[in-house]
């Protein structure tokens, strides 16, 4: 059910050579590049197909690496860097903020599917924090005020490419 | 040429328009390590290196040189030479400056290994959370390779064949371990390896294999363009060049910093040309240095403290990452290590016992100290436990937890102290 047709999956696996050792590689591409943002099985299967390993090899690795979903996630997933650098300066007033502006507690997408957060570690943006991260974009220095915005110009659709 | 208190490896990132442009890098002395080089003797190469006291900038600080050395004596029918660079560690964004913004000088010291050690496959490992960078690194690998500088017969030389391949990670802060790391390449789940064997010896694909960071490698051409002598100089005799840190937390100017081993820490905290003191208005209490796995240390102890690996080493602390992270005093020590010993459970591979449910006690136990509701007797389990996954683990990770804990408790006893409620009544033996 993935938005992704074979051909672009079967793309991003040749560009990357159908090389086992890229497999991780795959695997993002494909995971960022599909609207529901997760390897479901189907995808899972063409992969072990093309890469030649047992579909149990790619689940092993699926449910090993934090980045790679196995389940459908929201239009949106804010990543609140959770490391003591961004938790200490304001960090930890973000999950509170976004349950506040989201009525959803972490890890559960909004009713409409556009929105889910939850904690993550370090993203390497520490001189930035308190952090928010979609996907590869850092909205970084948040304030309150800056949250709000946030999710309003999502909302507006301010963020297509994300 | 280049003199204490210059930029060295951030010289070229503010100069150049197009990082990954292989004739704006020549023209600031972009691959001169590399053409000098191919001029000289391996053995002088391993020389220099040796002189120089490069320690290995990805934390571990082990001297580049005999690392090296290492390598060149191992035997097998090929060699990979592997870029760490899945910087994890919580305070740390030093490998993304040079990763995004001069990568031909990571590609350039990787491939002055590629012809010391006659390697055919480089690798690159980069962490998912950089995965826009990992684009832009293509582009100066592929520039590169246009250029003569990978491929085939490189700079004209025949049988000079090196590649270098970049490997994703997608976010396990335990693939920044060595053995993990490889594991990872090699298509499998990045749990760590049990060393022996070392990794020089039996590597990827049980092959001989160098192991370095993003900033090591970088550290390269500066030494082979300038000679061993001058890069040494540039730092102290016991480590040798400069040092990229990286300055969050509590500190007015957060950022990334280049310094002289050697500078005096007071400078890096409170002039203006680095952290420019405290950001709130409250004075600083604590530093964590070197990332969530380095010790912690006391503001007020620190004063003639000089920042370099020996300057640290004796005050038990450490350069590791370069990750400075500076709290104030409205933080307390036990509320900031409950958050460092959650990450530490969040990200234990689970592969050995010690490790996977020590750190699991660990939290419990410091989050009964910070909700005051420990008991006679927990300081002592928390000290036992702490040693027992020291001394058990099988990894770096695991090896490394007790730093921050150990360094809090030994500055800030009352701080734990008031976290025991002296009228419960004692839990009788213990559970370990
Ligand atoms: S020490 Fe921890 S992280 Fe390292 S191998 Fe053991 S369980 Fe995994
Ligand atoms: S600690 Fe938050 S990005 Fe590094």
């Known amino acids: 059910m993935s938005s992704l047709s074979l051909s672009e999956k079967e793309a991003i696996i040749l560009e990357n050579d159908s090389d086992p050792q890229r ?72 999950a509170e903020l976004l349950e506040m502006i989201l009525e959803v507690p972490e890890g559960q997408p909004t009713p409409d599917g556009l929105f889910m957060y939850h904690s993550i570690p370090c993203i390497g943006a520490c001189d930035q924090g308190p952090v928010i991260k979609i996907k590869d974009t850092v909205f970084g220095k948040l304030t309150e005020a800056k949250v709000y915005q946030l999710i309003d110009d999502l909302q507006s659709g301010r963020y297509q490419e994300l | 040429m280049i003199k204490r208190n210059q930029q060295v490896l951030l010289a070229r990132i503010n100069k150049m328009k197009q990082a990954t442009d292989v004739e704006e890098y020549q023209k600031y002395n972009g691959f001169s390590g590399l053409l000098k080089a191919i001029d ?11 002189l120089a006291q490069l320690r290995g900038r990805g934390g571990a600080a082990f001297p580049l040189g005999k690392k090296w050395r290492h390598l060149y004596g191992a035997k097998g029918e090929t060699k990979y030479i592997v870029c760490n660079a899945d910087e994890g560690e919580p305070g740390t964004f030093k490998d993304k400056a040079l990763l995004e913004h001069d990568p031909l000088s990571v590609i350039e010291g990787m491939v002055i290994a590629g012809y010391l050690f006659s390697a055919k496959a480089g690798y690159i490992y980069m ?76 590597g990827l694909y049980l092959q001989p294999t160098l192991v370095n960071n993003v900033e090591s490698f970088a550290g390269i051409p500066v030494i082979l363009r300038e000679g061993g002598q001058a890069f040494l100089d540039l730092g102290t005799k016991d480590g040798g060049g400069t040092k990229l840190i990286c300055l969050s937390g509590h500190i007015k100017n957060r950022g990334l910093y280049e310094v002289n081993l050697g500078t005096p820490l007071q400078e890096i905290l409170y002039s203006e040309e680095y952290g420019g003191g405290s950001s709130t208005g409250h004075p ?44 104030d005093d409205q933080v307390s020590v036990v509320d900031y290590l409950v958050q460092v010993a959650a990450f530490f459970a969040h990200e234990s ?20 100290f910070n ?47 008031a976290g025991i409620r002296e009228t419960a009544v004692s839990v009788k033996g213990g559970l370990w």
């Open chain 2, 371 to 417: 909700t005051q509701t420990a008991v006679t007797g927990d300081l002592e389990r928390l000290e036992k436990m702490l040693m027992h996954v020291t001394n058990l683990s099988a990894c770096g990770l695991g090896q490394s937890v007790a730093n921050p804990m150990k360094s809090g408790l030994a500055y800030f006893p009352e701080e734990f102290e």
């Open chain 1, 23 to 94: 497999i991780l590689n795959m695997l993002i591409a494909i995971q960022y590049a599909s609207e529901e943002g997760y390897i479901d099985e189907e995808t899972a299967k063409l992969v072990a197909d093309r890469l030649h390993l047992s579909q149990a090899r790619v689940y092993e690795i699926l449910s090993f690496y934090a980045i790679l979903k196995t389940e459908p996630q929201a239009r949106y997933v804010l990543k609140i860097c959770n490391s003591t650098p961004c938790l200490f300066t304001g960090g930890d007033r973000l």
């Open chain 2, 349 to 368: 591979c689970g592969k050995c016992t010690p490790c996977r449910l020590g750190t699991t006690r660990i939290l419990e136990l410091l989050k009964k």
């Open chain 2, 284 to 327: 600083l209490k604590f530093i964590h240095f070197g990332g969530q796995s380095g010790p912690i240390g006391a503001v007020q102890n620190l004063d003639a403290c000089i920042y370099s690996y020996k300057g640290l080493w004796d005050k038990d602390l450490s350069v590791g990452s370069g990750a400075i992270v500076v709290m």
């Open chain 2, 40 to 50: 000289m003797d391996k053995e002088t190469i391993l020389d220099e290196l040796d």
């Open chain 2, 127 to 202: 962490r998912g959370e950089y995965r826009r960078i990992q684009k832009v690194f293509q582009e100066a690998l592929d520039n590169a390779e246009k250029a003569g500088f990978l491929g085939e017969n490189i700079l004209g030389i025949k049988g000079f064949n090196y590649k270098i391949t970049i490997i994703s990670g997608a976010g396990a802060y335990v693939c920044g371990e060595n053995s993990a790391l490889l594991n990872s390449i090699e298509g499998k789940t990045g749990r760590p390896r049990v060393k022996p064997p070392h990794l020089a010896d039996v």
